[in-house]
């Protein structure tokens, strides 16, 4: 299973960013999808997820900010990323927990990390 996530970068405070992952080897249509983050000195968290029933659930901190979506045909996860603050600077990572192509069971994936800057 391979996630390749792209769209990170720097911003400045009030601004936007999309973050985009492409997933391969995983059963999509029945995977949920999500974003998590971990900023320096700190525990990796759930920034967003999204079922493969399409209900959204995102972190208290980035409500109303961040959108996730997915699109199945494509195998990809968007994280919409509005009025970004210097509190969202932390590495981005696509996660994936659904079963591999021709298995039942379902793992946890990881993708390499993206890095948002949002500077003050």
């Known amino acids: 299973v391979q996630l390749q996530a792209s769209g990170g970068g720097l911003v400045q405070a009030g601004g936007s960013l999309r973050l985009s992952c492409r997933a391969s080897?995983?059963?999509?249509?029945?995977?949920?999808m999500g974003w998590f983050r971990q900023a320096p000195g700190k525990q990796r968290e759930l920034v967003a997820k999204?079922?493969?029933?399409?209900?959204?659930i995102y972190a208290d901190s980035v409500k109303d900010r961040f959108t996730i979506s997915r699109d199945n045909d494509k195998n990809m996860v968007n994280l919409q990323m509005n009025s970004l603050k210097p509190e969202d600077t932390a590495v981005y990572y696509c996660?994936?927990?659904?079963?591999?192509?021709?298995?039942?069971?379902?793992?946890?994936?990881w993708g390499q990390g993206t890095l948002v800057t949002v500077s003050s």
């Open positions: 996660n994936a927990y659904g079963p591999r192509l021709g298995r039942s069971y379902e793992s946890d994936y």
């Open positions: 080897g995983i059963r999509f249509t029945v995977s949920a």
């Open positions: 999204i079922t493969s029933g399409f209900r959204e």
